[in-house]
Nanobody, 127 residues
Framework: QVELTESGGGSAQAGGSLTLSCAAT??????????VGWFRRAPGKEREGVAA???????NYADSLKGRFTISQDKSKNIFYLQMNNLEPEDTATYYC???????????????????WGQGTQVTVSS
């Protein structure tokens, strides 16, 4: 079992930055590798993959977001980050982190690959 809690959402001006955090609490598992993904759902749209990482290091980004968003991890704290720079109003969405056991290269951006989800944190970007 894995519990995920997102934080760091809020309001920002276009061109600004926000850093989202995802704290993971997990029960002991026979698995050692995992993937964490960040997803978002904008109003009236389907949820889409933003960024993902494999616990061994590989990362993956949605093509449209490369260069603006960065995913990272603090293994010692089991916290995963999404640094978002040069924000645009189109980035307004609820952001979710998700977890799957097992490494994958590249780590997947499709939501069906993930088994555990956080409740989401709202990001609103104004022009």
């Amino acid at each position: 079992q894995v519990e995920l809690t997102e934080s760091g959402g809020g309001s920002a001006q276009a061109g600004g930055s926000l850093t989202l955090s995802c704290a993971a609490t997990r029960a002991p598992s026979r698995y050692t590798n995992f993937c964490v993904g960040w997803f978002r759902r904008a109003p009236g749209k389907e949820r889409e993959g933003v960024a993902a990482l494999d616990s061994n290091g590989p990362v993956n980004y949605a093509d449209s977001l490369k260069g603006r968003f960065t995913i990272s991890q603090d293994k010692s704290k089991n916290i995963f980050y999404l640094q978002m720079n040069n924000l645009e109003p189109e980035d307004t969405a609820t952001y979710y982190c998700a977890w799957k056991w097992g490494g994958w290269k590249p780590p997947p951006l499709d939501e069906t690959s993930y088994n555990y989800w956080g409740q989401g944190t709202q990001v609103t970007v104004s022009s």
